[in-house]
C-alpha cells in the first residue's frame, strides 16, 4: 500500500534557516513512513516527499518508524578558499537531525539530518554502526522532491549515450523524464530552485526521476554486479541539496554545496596553481594535427616548442600536450586498452621539452586518456604520476571518452566488467585519480568526469572538469553549442562547480568553417562567465596574431578571485557577473546573451567608493550579430568610472561584453 499525503500526518520535527526565510518539517504518516517538506517564507515550495530506502540483502528502511530522538544545533562560521570563485565563505545553517527506528524490525536506526541555510536546504542519511544491519546493501533510496507549485525546468537527461554532454532542455518539469543534477527549476511564482548532492563519495550518482506530476524521485545509479550501493558498518549518504532562491542569479551565488563538504583534507596545497594555459589541442580538433604518430602529429617536440614560446611570450603558464603517449593508433574512444601512460611518441622528447618549459616559466600540463579503460588506467596510475612529477608536470587533464555504460572496471573480484561510470565503483574511480594524484602534487582537470559536489574544497588539486558540452562541439559541429548554451550551464551545470569549457576561440570557426554561434566579445565575456581556476585559451597561436586587440584581454584576465557578484540573470537568456581578482584590485565583468540582443544595466556599485577606475571595454560593434560576418565587430574603448557609475552594456544577438576594470593611476 502506497503512503497518501491525505493519511493524517504528524510533525515530529521541524526547524527554520538563521533569517527564518526557509522552515523544514519532518512527518510521520501512520504506517511510520517518513517524510519532510520545504516552506519558503510561509508558503510551500517542497510538498510533503518521502524518505527511506530499499535494501537487496535485509527488509526495506520504509515504514513502521518512530522517532528516537531530535535535536536542533547552529552553525556559523567562515572559511578560506586555496581558490575559487570567493575567497571567504560563510558557512550559516541550523542543523536538524532526526533519529528514527524500526521497533519491529530489530529496532534498526536511522539518522536524517537537515542543514538548513537562507539560500538552501541539505539533507542526508546516516546508517549508524548496527549488528542488526551490518552489510547495507541499497538497491533504491525512495528520496523524493515534490515541487509543490508548477514549475519549468531546465535539464539534460541521465544514463544516455554522451554523459553530462547533453544539451541542456526546457520544459515543464511534469514533462520531465530522468534526469541529471545540477536539475534547475523556476516555480511559477519566480522562485528557483536547484536539485543536486554534495559530498558524492563511495555511493552511487544521484539521477532525479520524475515519478508523477511534479514528483521526482531520487534514482541510484545502477551498478552491473549488484545493489546500486553496496557499504558496511556505519555511513553517511551524500548530501541530497535544494539551492532556493527569488531569482536565477541567487542560486548561483549559493556555496551551499561546498559548505555541505569536508574541509580540505590535503593541507598545504600551495602547489595547486589557478592558471591559464594554452596547448596543441585545438589543432587536433580542427583536424590539422593527430593525437596519433604519423605524418600530422600534434604533440612533436618541434610543434610542443611553439607554443612553449607562445605560452611564455603571452604570461600563460601551461602547455597541454595530448597525443604525446603510445595507443592513440587503436580505437580509443572505444576501448583504451592499448594506451600506455608512461611511452612517449619517438618524436616527443618529454625530458628535453620539460627543461625548455622550465627555463622560460612554463610548465607542461600533461594528459591521460583513459577511453574509460580503468583496467588499463588504474594499473598505470602510479608509474604515471610518477613520471610526471619527475619531469614537474604538475596539473594533468585526464579523460574518460566512453559511451555511458560501458566504463571498464577492474572488478572487486578481479573479473573486470563494464558499468556507468557514475555508479559507485565510478564514484571511487575519480576521487582514487585525484587523491592518487595529490600524493605526487598533481593537480587534475577531469574530462568526461564524474559530475562535480563541491570535493575540490575536501581534495583542492581536483582544480576542474568538463562535465559538459564545451567549445570542442564547435569544431566538430553535429550541432555546434547554442546560442543559449552559455546562458543555460551558468545556471545548471555551473552551479556545481568549475568546468574546463576552453573559451577564447577568436577565429569563431571549427572543422571545415564550422561558424559558431557566438560574437567574438561573447568569446572573451565568457572567461569570466563560465569559471574554471585552470582555463585553456584554446585557439591556435595564428588566429591570436590575427586578433591583437581581443588578445589583450585574455592576456589580462585572471582565474583565480576574490569575490563573485552575479549581476542579474534569467536561466538561458542572459547573464551579467564581475568578479574581483584575488592578486590585484581588478574587476572583470563579463555578460553573455541568447540569440536576442539586450542591454543590461551594470551598476558599478561593488567598486571602492573613493576611487576612480579605467574600465577597459571590449564590446559587440553597433552592426555585431552571430548570424553573420559581422559576428567580429568588436569594439575596444576605455572609460573612467566609480562606484556611481551605471553601465549600460549593449549586447548584439548571440554577443557579449567583457570590460576589466583597475584603478586609475
Ligand atoms: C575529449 C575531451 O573533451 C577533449 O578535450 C580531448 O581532446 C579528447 N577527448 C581526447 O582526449
Do not use: C
Not at 17 to 38: C, F, T
Not at 545 to 552: D, G, L, M, R, T
Amino acid at each position: 500500500m502506497a503512503a497518501s499525503a491525505a493519511w493524517a500526518q504528524q510533525v515530529v520535527a521541524s526547524a527554520t534557516s538563521p533569517n527564518g526565510a526557509l522552515a523544514v518539517e519532518v512527518q510521520l504518516d501512520p504506517m511510520g513512513k517518513l517524510g519532510y517538506d520545504v516552506k519558503r517564507k510561509g508558503k510551500e515550495v517542497i510538498g510533503l516527499s518521502r524518505l527511506g530506502f530499499n535494501l537487496a540483502n535485509a527488509h526495506k528502511l520504509d515504514g513502521g518508524f518512530s522517532v528516537r530522538d531530535s535535536r536542533t544545533s547552529e552553525h556559523d562560521d567562515t572559511w578560506e578558499q586555496p581558490w575559487g570563485e570567493r575567497r571567504y565563505v560563510r558557512n550559516h545553517y541550523r542543523e536538524l537531525r532526526v533519529e528514527v527506528e524500526q521497533k519491529n524490525r530489530d529496532k534498526r536506526g536511522l539518522v536524517v539530518v537537515f542543514r538548513i541555510y537562507d539560500d538552501g536546504v541539505g539533507f542526508r542519511y546516516e546508517f549508524p554502526s548496527q549488528p542488526q544491519l551490518k552489510d547495507v546493501e541499497i538497491t533504491d533510496e525512495l528520496t523524493e522532491f515534490v515541487v509543490a507549485q508548477p514549475a519549468t525546468a531546465w535539464w539534460i537527461p541521465a544514463g544516455e549515450l554522451p554523459g553530462l554532454e547533453e544539451l541542456v532542455q526546457k520544459a515543464p518539469l511534469k514533462e520531465i523524464g530522468t534526469a541529471n543534477t545540477p536539475l534547475t527549476v523556476r516555480l511559477d511564482d519566480g522562485t528557483h530552485i536547484a536539485f543536486h548532492e554534495a559530498a558524492l563519495v563511495d555511493y552511487a550518482s544521484m539521477w532525479l526521476r520524475k515519478v508523477e506530476g511534479q514528483k521526482l524521485r531520487a534514482q541510484l545509479v545502477p551498478s552491473s554486479t549488484g545493489p546500486a550501493v553496496v557499504r558496511h558498518g556505519a555511513f553517511t549518504t551524500p548530501w541530497r541539496t535544494m539551492r532556493i532562491a527569488d531569482d536565477a542569479a541567487g542560486l548561483y551565488m549559493s556555496d551551499l554545496e561546498l559548505n555541505l563538504n569536508e574541509p580540505n583534507k590535503l593541507g598545504d596545497v600551495s602547489w595547486v596553481k589557478p592558471s591559464k594555459f594554452v596547448g596543441v589541442w585545438w589543432g587536433m580538433h580542427l583536424q590539422q594535427t593527430t593525437w596519433n604518430a604519423g605524418p600530422k602529429h600534434g604533440a612533436t617536440t618541434d610543434n610542443t616548442k611553439k607554443y612553449i614560446d607562445f605560452a611564455a611570450q603571452n604570461g600563460f603558464r601551461g602547455v597541454l600536450v595530448e597525443g604525446w603517449n603510445q595507443g592513440w593508433e587503436s580505437d580509443w574512444g572505444h576501448g583504451g586498452a592499448d594506451f600506455s601512460f608512461t611511452k612517449p611518441y619517438p618524436d616527443f622528447d618529454l625530458p628535453a621539452l620539460s627543461a625548455y618549459a622550465q627555463q622560460k616559466g612554463v610548465r607542461l600540463i600533461g594528459h591521460h586518456e583513459t577511453g574509460g579503460n580503468l583496467v588499463a588506467y588504474e594499473k598505470q596510475m602510479d608509474a604515471a604520476y610518477k613520471l610526471y612529477a619527475k619531469y614537474g608536470v604538475d596539473s594533468v587533464k585526464s579523460g574518460y571518452v566512453h559511451e555511458a555504460g560501458t566504463m571498464l572496471f577492474p572488478g572487486a573480484d578481479g573479473r573486470p566488467h563494464y558499468g556507468n561510470y557514475d555508479s559507485q565503483e565510478g564514484v571511487r574511480h575519480f576521487l582514487k585519480a585525484v587523491t592518487e594524484a595529490a600524493r605526487y602534487k598533481i593537480a587534475v582537470d577531469t574530462h568526461e568526469p564524474i559530475k562535480d559536489t563541491g570535493l575540490r574544497r575536501t581534495y583542492p588539486n581536483w582544480l576542474s572538469r568538463e562535465g559538459a558540452r564545451g567549445v570542442e562541439y564547435n569544431a566538430w559541429g553535429n550541432p555546434p553549442n547554442p546560442v543559449d548554451h552559455e546562458a543555460k550551464l551558468v545556471f545548471t551545470r555551473m552551479l556545481s562547480g568549475p568546468m574546463d569549457y576552453t573559451p577564447g576561440v577568436l577565429s569563431l570557426v571549427g572543422a571545415d568553417n564550422k561558424v559558431f554561434n557566438s560574437t567574438q566579445a561573447k568569446q572573451l565575456a565568457n572567461f569570466v562567465v563560465i569559471y574554471s581556476p585552470i582555463v585553456m585559451a584554446a585557439d591556435i597561436p595564428e588566429n591570436y596574431a590575427k586578433y591583437p586587440k581581443a588578445f589583450k584581454f585574455i592576456k589580462d584576465v585572471p582565474t583565480d578571485w576574490a569575490d563573485t557578484r552575479v549581476i542579474n540573470g534569467a536561466v538561458g537568456e542572459y547573464v551579467t557577473m564581475a568578479r574581483k581578482d584575488r592578486k590585484s584590485d581588478g574587476w572583470y565583468v563579463g555578460a553573455v546573451t541568447d540569440g536576442n540582443a539586450r542591454t543590461l544595466p551594470l551598476p558599478l556599485s561593488f567598486l571602492d567608493k573613493d576611487k576612480q577606475y579605467v574600465a577597459e571595454i571590449y564590446r559587440d560593434g553597433d552592426a555585431a550579430d552571430y548570424r553573420n560576418a559581422h559576428r567580429f565587430d568588436l569594439v575596444v574603448e576605455t572609460k573612467t568610472v566609480t562606484a556611481k557609475d551605471t553601465l549600460q552594456l549593449k549586447l548584439a544577438p548571440g554577443g557579449g561584453q567583457a570590460i576589466r576594470i583597475v584603478p586609475k593611476k
